[in-house]
Each structure stands twice: as structure tokens, then as C-alpha cells.
């Protein structure tokens, strides 16, 4: 049905996609794996044809075939369903469906009578009511997944990937939605699944291909893997030699953070969390639980309508980053280009600048200074940068992401919030960076580390929080950690009693 | 550090940085020698003061452009800003030269009041600052033309001359006045804590509230500055020309976008000196000048300014996706 | 596009109906027929530039290059045929089709040197008026007798110009709402990577967009020349800033992909009910010279 061969693509600093072989078949499901960043997401634009790929040959029915434009991939039969909604908020249900090829009338008009009638049927094939009139922008993300799939399949579908659609739906939507995938591939359809909840590929999936660093690892029916076996081809190395050993408990360390009641409407609803020093809290939940809001209110980068944040006993307030930093306080944010990186700026400026007064005198800046500073990080660190004069526009993710660690290390945290600090990682990085923030909680700073890949929570954490729409469900102690638990709590009905924190 | 990969991507960005300024640099060089080879007269010391008295109120309305561009901002309202402050310096009854430093403080603290309200605007209505500085631009030109009713009337203390036209050992003041203030807003934007700021939150304003910064004081800062320095020029311009109408300073508004963009002051914020400015503001007048000296009509030097800027920001664009 | 009232878009409506009262109540003169058809006359130049602005906010961008357009439109359209009135049918049309032209040229440097429509447009604008004062620095040409009567002719009453703004209104509120090229201006507006991961051509609607705008520019220029008889080469120097504000104030978003037509719509009369009513008070100097340096 559809095959790739030796397909590259790079982007600057990085090579996405080195030689990948993918290939699948009418009639089945076919799970793509991967860690993030092993470049399956790259796979899929380039199949898509929003990625022109530099080498490597598509072959689509048997016919070689080269996207010039995500059109072209879309008359051939191929719909994506991306992780970030392609959907036109201020558009109706029926419009999107029909973007481009609405039902016209005999004018050329579009037939508006006709286009909502056939998004009705649409919809009522796929089992699932809603009024097509009603403005994409105004439903739940779960409704906005569902009129993504009516418009996949009211083009003559024959391919259809969906990338990691399980992120922002739970439960009962996951059951209705791998019922609805299971009738479409004993359609014909071919299906391409992106995840990497191993659970999910074990029930839903025929065959599997897994990615590591842009290569393939490993290809083959379901039947040939187990857990272990997917989870060692994921990461390429067995799990204990990523994460750094756990030192002895320290149940009696002061607490650093003490985080009351805090709401920041509508995403975070009433949490409550406390961090030892030396200690690592994982935060844990779907994305959209609220992890990041919480992070952020802690911060101050948002402005929590309740609650109390403590460090070391003295208030922090609301809604003043600045503050919270001179406190003692950093916040390494989940998407490192649009909220973290200066692009613009040398090594040394993104290391200080949460830190300028330390390094202005009169209302100068000691620039000498903050370079020594950063010649001192990258060595310390193995920053690969030319010096601390040199760009970072250009660098790994591996080593943005270290000079941004640098950065809230050198403002010498009593508190230090990671969120997603792995994301778009390669491996060989991830390891060091692990090894990093232990380091630097065995020097007695509190970490409270968000994450979205529960290997890492599982392997990293000293003690995990999990939230589920705003609301903590529980927490797990270390020694109860494993994917079941924490996804138990994530997507459970009520909090756990008893263990709630 | 040695010892550790280079990767060349960070390499070819360092090479393009200093290519960049090498090729301003160039170009000045090259239209000079191009000017000067074309007509003996232009490389007279006499003919480059013109040249540089002529410029001088461009390059401190440049300043301001630039330093509105660097906080992702652009001001629009420029122009209209220098006619109001020359208007605003007829509006003094006497021609007494001593009321010139009042006039000064007068524009200034005018000017700062008119970059708030764009700033506050921009900042904190979330108003487009292309808008909200259009806006501006019109309203100004609205107050102007219901004072002056239509022509202004008043006389400027002959001092304006002086600031204008006049020279210090040979140097025309005004060129020096420029150059002061450039030096300033060089050292400020390099050497001190605001200056970084300003890089920062220009490049990444979200990132600079995540660092602590507070991108909405700063960048109404650098609107406030932005219409002080235009006053200013204004002042200076109206001193050059001689007489006040209601429309000292038209294409000003272009002109400094022009001159910014081509030195290098990215639109998108953040990157960009005072240095390349300044070598833009060059650039142009020297474009201007072999305009005239080729004896082509002045209207070409609008077709070039438009062609320039439309290259300049494709160059540019295409060098950051490279 | 999708029909709800809001109370924001209300707002416009009572400011008319104010504007309209207003202006009965000062002066009885003011709804009298006579007044009504100098009205409309004002109001076609601000109505057909507005509609290319429309296509292009709703599309994701600027177009700073209106009024340079029309200028170089007006010379073009009393010069080029130099007297010789069988040619002035021909120059109509080239001068229609070069607005359109110069729009997509306007298009094609935004989407392929992916710079800032507002530079590219405004660009464009400097080295029109450029083109435009080399070609006629004083107002120059005429033109055939005939033409006036677009301006000045009516048909039961109404202006012709009217008429043609109230046709070309329809027409593109029906292309907006009702044609895939419509839906695809919004789309593109909205979420431009979207649309192209949705398999939309962004580039030739973005495109399409100016060059209608150009066109629209074009035909304001030709509006005017029949108006006075000559081509001014200053004739839309104030249509820029004028074609956007019936746009902003009609409610479409700027950004793009958001807003509709009908708000323009009551932009433009609002816009020009002002300018008329302001002519039929006797309002203090002050004002009046105030509106005059708009």
C-alpha cells in the first residue's frame, strides 16, 4: 500500500530522518513508535508531503510518487490527524469538514443545505452527534478530534495516521475512538497509530515499526514483541543505565515548596504540594490535566486567583516572576524555542539573564563576568558550543536545553520546576541531563519535574503527584511507581482516597 | 572549551553576522568611490557637510525607529511627531533665542507623552503597534491642522538656524548633536542592563517575562524615547529647512524604516545596532545623492527607496531561514 | 460566518442610526435627495477601495500600496490615450488590469520573500507615487465626456457609481460566504499553516487577494478621474489610510480570518455619513479643520 525507502531529512543542527524505511499495508493498523524526538513526527509530514524529504523514494500503490504540497498527498487518499489540531476555530463544524471541497451547487456556489446534511451523516457513521453548525473553537478538544476524523474520511481515505491522538482524550473517548479505528481498518483503510503508551499499541496494533534518532530500530508483527523488548528498541539501552540511582529517602529534610490550595481557573482547581530539599517530585497527568498551569502559578508567570506559595517559609507572590526568581525560584518551560531560548542572543546573555543585576554594576554590565560565567557551564556542563560568544540558534535541542539548565543553575535555586526538560532530546543528552538534575537535588534543591513520558517520571522521581483536570488524584511513593499506577491515577474517576495529598 | 565540535550550522550564522556589516560597510565604500568617480565635487569637504548636515535629522529619526524596531515595535506616527514638535515651537509668542532650551523641554516632555500613549497603546490594548502608531500619526496630523488652521503663522527664534545649518571647528552641529546621542543609545543598548533587556524582550517577549523582565515597562520605554528623539529631529529639521508647515518631516515615517531595515534592525525584533542603523541612514543619503548627481529626477529616489527596502528585507529574510 | 448577533456588533448600527438622526435634526436639508445622491458619489471611491482591503485582512494581510495605486491609476487613465478617445476603452481596461497586476506583484514578493506585507506594500507605494510624479508631476489628461457620467450619471435615481459599489458589495459578499475561494480567504487568514496542511493552495489565494485589492485601488482611480476630469497624481494619497478604517471599524479582525462583510459595509457609510454631516454643521473651526487633516 504505502512504502518509504530511504528517506533523509535535516534540519539545521539536526538530521530528523537518516535512511527510514517505513512500509504498510491496506487493512491494517500499523503503530508507529519511537521516544520523542526519534523523528516520527518528521516521518509522518514527510508522508504527508508537508515535509519535502532531501533523498528517498514514496511509493504509493505502487506508483513512485513525490509530494510537492500536502495537497497532493491529500488527493491521493492520505489524511493526517496532527497531535496539534489542523482545525479553523472561528469556522463551523461543517465547514471544516468540507475545507476545500465543499458540495457545490449548480452555480459553483457552495451548497450549504447539502454540506450540512452530509456532515450529519458523517458524523452519524462515525457514531458520534454533534450540530454541524456550531463553531469549532466553542467544543471540547475531543469533539474537535472527532470532526478531524469526519474530515478524513469524507475525502476517499485510504491512509489515515493519527499522531499520538490519545494525548487530550481519556477513558470512554479512548474506547469509542479504537472502536472506531478497528471498523475502518476492516474497511480497507490503512492506519498509521503514533504513540508511545505501550498498552495502547498492544491492544489496537497489527504491526510495528519503531524509530530511534531518526533510524529505524525494529519492525514486525505485534506478536514479536513484548514490553520489555518494544521498551529496549525504544530507548536503545536497558532503562537502569539511564536514570541516575535514587540516594536514601529523606523524609526528614525541611520542606522547600509549600504550595496551598491553589486555583488558577479554569485548569488548575485546588492543589496542594509540598517539596523536600534534595527531593524530586514528578508531576504527572494527560496532557491538559493542568500540570503546566499549576507550574506556572508557582512561578508567577500566571496569576493564581487562590492560594499560598512558600519558600523556605517566606510568601511568594502571585504574578511576579521576578520576584519568585530573586526568591530562589526557576522555571525551565516546556517549549524551550518560543518561551525559553533568546535566539538572538550569545551563550553567555541566555545563561544571565534572569540574573542581570548580579552582573551590573552602576548600571553597567560586567560582561567579563558573565562570560567567565559561561566558559564555566559549558565546560561543566559539555555544552558542545564554539564559546560562550557563539550563537544557540543553531545548537542541538541536547544542548539548548543545557544551557537553559545552566541558566536557572546559575541563579542558584532553592526551588527548580522542570517541565518536559527532555522534550526533543536525543538520548545520549537525556542521560546527562537526568544525571544533572540529581546532581543538583543531592546538593539540596527541591525539583519538581513535569513530565509527559512516564519512564522518565518513573525512573527519575523520588515521589509522584498525579492531577487529572486541575485536581491532584494521589500520590505515588517510589517504590509503587509503574506505568499502570500512575496512568490509573491519571485517568481515574475520582481522587484515590486516602491517598490524596 | 577546545577540543569540542563545532557544528557549522553556529558557525556560518557567525560568518553571515560579520559579513553582514562587512558588506554595509562595502557599500557605503563602494557608492562613495561610485559618487565621487561620477562627479569630482562630491568628495569636496564642503559637499560631504552638506551632505552630512542634510542627513543628520534623518539619522536621529533613524535612532528612534530603530530602537522601536528592536522591541518589535515600528513607529509610523515619526513624521508627524517632527511637524508637531516644529509647530509646537512656533507656539512660543516671542523669537527670543532664549526660549529655545524651553522649547526643547517643551517637545520632549510632548514627545514623551505622545511615545506613552503609543507604548500604552501597543502594551497594554494590545492594539497592533502599525495601528496604533497610524492612529497616532493621524491624530496629530488632525490637532496640527485645527491649530495652525491649515498654515502656521509663527516665527522661530533664529537660533533654530544656527542648530540647524550652523558649525562647530567645521562640524555641522546638528551632525554632532546626532552623533551624541547615537553614542549614547550605543553604549546604553550595549553596556547596560536596559540595553540588554531590550535585545531580550525584542527577541523573545515571552521568554523575558519567564526571566523576569517586564517586556510592558520596557518597550513603552523605548516608544517614549522613540517620539522624544523625533521631536528632536523634528526641532533640528525645521532649523535646517527654515520655515514651519504643517508637513516637516513627510517620508520621514519611510525613510527611517528604509534606512533601519537596510541596516540590519530586523522587523521581527530584537536584532539589529545602532551601528548598522546609522550605516543604513548612509546607505540612503549617498543613494539620494547619486540620484542628483546623475541627473535623474528626483522622483526616482521614491522607486529606489521602495525598491531597497522591498530587496533589503528579502535579503534579510532569506539569510535568517538559511 | 456563522450567524450570531453579538451586542459589539451592534455598535456600529446605532452609531449610523445617531449619525443619521443627528444630521436630520441639524439640518432638514440633510435626507433630502439631492444630499442622499452627493452622498453616495462621495461614498464609491472609500467603497471600492475597502473591499480590497477586506479580501486582503481577511486573507492575513495589509495592503499599504491602495492609494499610491489609484494615484498612478488616475494619470495613467487621462494620459495614456493622449486625446484620442477611440483609445480610451483600451486604457480603461489596462489600467484596470495593470491595479490587478501590480496587486498580485504585491502578493508574489509577500509569499515569496516571506517579508512583512506591510513593508512589501508599503514599498511598492513609494515606488509607484515615484513612477507616478515622474509621469505626471501636475495634474494632466482628460478624459472623453461620456466617462464623466459614471460619476455624475444615475439610473431611476440612483448614481450609477452607487450602484456599481451596492453590485460589486453583493458580488463580494457572495464570494467571500458562498465560493470555495471565499472559504479558502478565511482559511488562510485564520491559520495560514493550517490551511496548507489541509491541502489548500495558500500562495495563489493570498495572491488572488491583493491583486483584487490592486484592482479595486485601479477603479477608485478611474472613479475619480471621472469625477473631476483630470488625472491628479495626489487623487488617492488619503485612500491608504481610508480603506482601513471602514474595514477596523466594520469588524474584521486584523490578522486576518475573522469578520464580515456587511460590517464593512456600514464602515463605509458610517465613515462617509460623518464626512457628509460634518460638511452640513456648522461645527467650530476647529473640527472642521481637525476632519480636514485626516
Same mark, same amino acid.
Given at each position: ?92 463544524? +461543517? ?64 491512509? &489515515? ?7 487530550? !482524550? ?9 472502536? @472506531? ?19 495502547? !499499541?498492544?491492544?489496537?496494533?497489527? @504491526? ?24 529496549? +528498541? ?45 527531593? !524530586? ?151 546527562? !541531563? ?6 543538583? +537535588? ?29 485536581? &491532584?488524584?494521589?500520590? &505515588? ?23 490524596? +495529598? | ?5 563545532? =557544528? ?31 562627479? %569630482? ?59 529655545? %532650551? ?20 501597543? =502594551? ?23 491649530? =495652525?488652521?491649515?498654515? %502656521? ?159 533589503? =528585507? ?9 | 460566518?456563522?450567524?450570531? $448577533? ?50 486582503? $485582512? ?30 480610451? $476603452? ?105 490551511? /496548507? ?54 469588524? $474584521?479582525?486584523?490578522?486576518?480570518? /475573522? ?36
Amino acid at each position: 500500500m504505502i512504502e518509504l525507502k530511504a528517506i533523509c531529512k535535516s534540519f539545521p543542527g539536526v538530521k530528523s530522518l537518516d535512511q527510514v524505511n517505513f512500509s504498510a499495508s491496506a487493512g491494517e493498523i500499523h503503530a508507529l513508535l519511537g521516544e520523542n524526538g526519534a523523528g516520527k513526527s518528521t516521518l509522518i509530514k514527510v508522508l504527508a508531503g508537508a515535509y519535502t524529504p532531501e533523498s528517498g523514494t514514496i511509493t504509493l500503490g505502487g506508483v513512485p510518487r513525490i509530494w510537492a504540497a500536502p495537497k497532493q498527498a491529500q488527493q491521493a487518499g492520505i489524511h493526517v490527524i496532527y497531535q496539534e489540531l489542523v482545525l479553523f476555530p472561528d469556522l463551523s463544524v +461543517a465547514e471544516n469538514i468540507f475545507i476545500g471541497h465543499a458540495p457545490r451547487t449548480r452555480w459553483g456556489l457552495i451548497d450549504r443545505k447539502a454540506m450540512i446534511q452530509k456532515t450529519e451523516v458523517a458524523l452519524s457513521q462515525l457514531g458520534h452527534r454533534l450540530d454541524p453548525r456550531a463553531r469549532v473553537g466553542d467544543l471540547s478538544v475531543a469533539d474537535q478530534q472527532m470532526v478531524e476524523i469526519a474530515k478524513a474520511l469524507s475525502h476517499d481515505v485510504k491512509l &489515515l495516521v493519527l499522531d499520538e491522538p490519545t494525548a487530550v !482524550i481519556s477513558g470512554k473517548e479512548v474506547v469509542a475512538l479504537f472502536e @472506531r479505528l478497528r471498523r475502518l481498518r476492516d474497511r480497507g483503510v490503512c492506519i498509521i497509530y503514533i504513540s508511545h503508551r505501550l498498552e495502547e !499499541i498492544f491492544a489496537l496494533a497489527d @504491526r510495528i515499526t519503531i524509530l530511534k534518532d531518526g533510524k529505524n530500530v525494529r519492525a514486525g508483527t505485534v506478536a514479536e514483541f513484548d514490553r520489555a523488548s518494544l521498551v529496549t +528498541a525504544m530507548v536503545g539501552r536497558p532503562l537502569a543505565d539511564l536514570y541516575p540511582p535514587r540516594p536514601a529517602q529523606t523524609k526528614t529534610a525541611p520542606i522547600v515548596l509549600a504550595a496551598c490550595n491553589i486555583h488558577l481557573p479554569p485548569r488548575v482547581r485546588g492543589v496542594d504540594v509540598n517539596v523536600r530539599a534534595g527531593e !524530586i517530585v514528578g508531576l504527572a497527568g494527560m496532557v491538559g490535566s493542568g500540570r503546566t498551569e499549576l507550574a506556572h502559578a508557582i512561578f508567577g508567570s500566571m496569576a493564581r486567583t487562590k492560594g499560598r506559595v512558600t519558600l523556605e517559609g517566606e510568601e511568594v507572590p502571585p504574578g511576579n516572576p521576578r520576584l519568585s526568581i530573586q526568591r530562589g525560584i526557576g522555571f525551565l518551560t516546556e517549549d524551550r524555542k518560543a518561551e525559553g531560548l533568546l535566539a538572538q542572543l550569545p551563550v553567555y546573555a541566555n545563561i544571565t539573564a534572569p540574573n542581570l543585576t548580579a552582573y551590573t554594576r552602576l548600571g553597567f554590565l560586567r560582561r567579563p563576568q558573565e562570560v567567565a560565567l559561561a566558559a564555566r557551564d559549558i565546560e561543566r556542563f559539555r555544552i558542545a558550543v564554539p564559546g560562550p560568544t557563539s550563537g544557540v540558534w543553531h545548537l542541538s535541542g541536547g544542548n539548548q536545553q543545557k544551557i537553559l539548565l545552566s541558566r536557572w543553575m546559575a541563579i542558584k535555586p532553592k526551588l527548580l520546576v522542570l517541565d518536559e526538560p527532555t522534550r526533543g532530546v536525543d538520548v545520549g543528552a537525556k542521560a546527562e !541531563i537526568y544525571r544533572l538534575i540529581r546532581a543538583l +537535588a543531592a546538593e539540596g534543591v527541591a525539583v519538581l519535574l513535569i513530565s509527559s513520558e512516564l519512564p522518565e517520571v518513573i525512573g527519575l522521581c523520588d515521589r509522584v503527584l498525579v492531577m487529572k483536570e486541575g485536581r &491532584l488524584m494521589g500520590e &505515588l511513593q517510589a517504590e509503587a511507581l509503574s506505568e499502570e499506577s500512575i496512568m490509573t491515577l491519571a485517568t481515574a474517576d475520582a481522587p484515590a482516597q486516602g491517598e490524596a +495529598a | 572549551m577546545s577540543g569540542l565540535a563545532v =557544528t557549522g550550522g553556529a558557525r556560518a550564522a557567525l560568518a553571515a553576522l560579520r559579513l553582514e556589516r562587512f558588506a554595509l560597510i562595502g557599500a557605503v565604500i563602494g557608492l562613495t568611490i561610485v559618487a565621487a568617480t561620477l562627479s %569630482p565635487a562630491f568628495l569636496t569637504l564642503g559637499n560631504l557637510r552638506d551632505i552630512f548636515t542634510q542627513a543628520a535629522p534623518l539619522g536621529m529619526v533613524v535612532l528612534a525607529q530603530a530602537l522601536i524596531m528592536l522591541v518589535r515595535g515600528i513607529d509610523l506616527s515619526v513624521a508627524s511627531v517632527m511637524a508637531s514638535a516644529a509647530v509646537l515651537a512656533t507656539a512660543f509668542t516671542s523669537t527670543d533665542n532664549a526660549d529655545i %532650551p524651553l522649547i526643547f523641554g517643551a517637545v520632549l516632555l510632548g514627545g514623551a507623552v505622545i511615545g506613552g500613549i503609543n507604548g500604552w497603546l501597543v =502594551t497594554r490594548r494590545n492594539v497592533s503597534p502599525l495601528l496604533a502608531t497610524l492612529a497616532m500619526m493621524i491624530l496629530l496630523q488632525g490637532v496640527r491642522f485645527a491649530y =495652525t488652521q491649515g498654515a %502656521p503663522s509663527g516665527l522661530l527664534p533664529s537660533g533654530f538656524r544656527w542648530l540647524g545649518t550652523g558649525q562647530i571647528y567645521g562640524i555641522p552641529v546638528n551632525l554632532s548633536v546626532l552623533l551624541i546621542l547615537a553614542l549614547g543609545l550605543w553604549v546604553m543598548l550595549r553596556y547596560t542592563m536596559l540595553g540588554r533587556a531590550i535585545y531580550i524582550i525584542g527577541g523573545n517577549p515571552r521568554a523575558a517575562e519567564l526571566v523576569g523582565l517586564s517586556a510592558q515597562r520596557v518597550t513603552m520605554l523605548c516608544y517614549c524615547l522613540g517620539s522624544m528623539l523625533a521631536g528632536i529631529a523634528g526641532l533640528f529639521l525645521v532649523g535646517f529647512v527654515g520655515t514651519v508647515d504643517n508637513w516637516v518631516g513627510r517620508g520621514y515615517e519611510l525613510d527611517s524604516i528604509v534606512a533601519a531595515v537596510i541596516g540590519g534592525v530586523s522587523l521581527a525584533g530584537g536584532s539589529g545596532s545602532i551601528v548598522g542603523a546609522l550605516l543604513g541612514v548612509l546607505i540612503l543619503v549617498l543613494l539620494s545623492n547619486l540620484v542628483v548627481i546623475l541627473g535623474l529626477p528626483v522622483e526616482f529616489q521614491l522607486i529606489l527607496k521602495g525598491v531597497i527596502i522591498i530587496l533589503a =528585507t528579502g535579503l534579510y529574510a532569506r539569510r535568517m531561514r538559511a | 460566518m456563522i450567524g450570531r $448577533i453579538s451586542p459589539q456588533a451592534l455598535v456600529v448600527p446605532l452609531l449610523l442610526l445617531i449619525a443619521l438622526t443627528v444630521g436630520a435634526v441639524v439640518n432638514e436639508r440633510f435626507l433630502t435627495l439631492g444630499n442622499l445622491r452627493n452622498f453616495t458619489e462621495q461614498l464609491a471611491a472609500l467603497g471600492f477601495v475597502s473591499l480590497g482591503q477586506a479580501f486582503v $485582512i481577511l486573507g492575513g494581510g495589509i495592503d499599504l500600496s491602495i492609494g499610491a495605486i489609484a494615484s498612478l491609476a488616475a494619470v495613467l487613465l487621462a494620459g495614456l490615450h493622449g486625446g484620442n478617445e477611440a483609445l480610451f $476603452i483600451p486604457s480603461l481596461l489596462l489600467v484596470l488590469a495593470g491595479g490587478a497586476a501590480v496587486g498580485a506583484m504585491n502578493g508574489w514578493l509577500t509569499v515569496w520573500l516571506r517579508v512583512h506585507p506591510l513593508i512589501v506594500t508599503l514599498g511598492m507605494a513609494s515606488v509607484l507615487s515615484g513612477i507616478t510624479l515622474l509621469y505626471a508631476p501636475q495634474p494632466r489628461g482628460s478624459v472623453p465626456f461620456w466617462f464623466e457620467g459614471f460619476a455624475f450619471d444615475s439610473l431611476a435615481g440612483v448614481p450609477l457609481s452607487g450602484l456599481l459599489l451596492g453590485a460589486l458589495f453583493l458580488i463580494t459578499a457572495l464570494v467571500l460566504t458562498r465560493t470555495p475561494f471565499g472559504r479558502r480567504v478565511y482559511a488562510v487568514g485564520g491559520n495560514a499553516e493550517a490551511a /496548507r496542511l489541509s491541502g489548500l493552495s495558500v500562495k495563489p489565494t493570498i495572491i488572488t487577494t491583493y491583486a483584487l485589492s490592486g484592482f479595486f485601488a485601479a477603479l477608485a482611480g478611474a472613479y475619480y478621474v471621472s469625477r473631476t476630469g483630470v488625472g491628479d497624481p495626489h487623487a488617492g494619497d488619503a485612500l491608504t489610510l481610508a480603506s482601513l478604517t471602514p474595514v477596523i471599524v466594520g469588524g $474584521i479582525l486584523l490578522g486576518g480570518g /475573522r469578520g464580515g462583510l456587511g460590517g464593512v459595509f456600514l464602515g463605509v457609510l458610517l465613515i462617509s455619513l460623518l464626512n457628509n454631516l460634518l460638511n452640513y454643521m456648522n461645527l467650530s473651526t476647529f473640527v472642521q479643520w481637525w476632519c480636514k487633516g485626516w
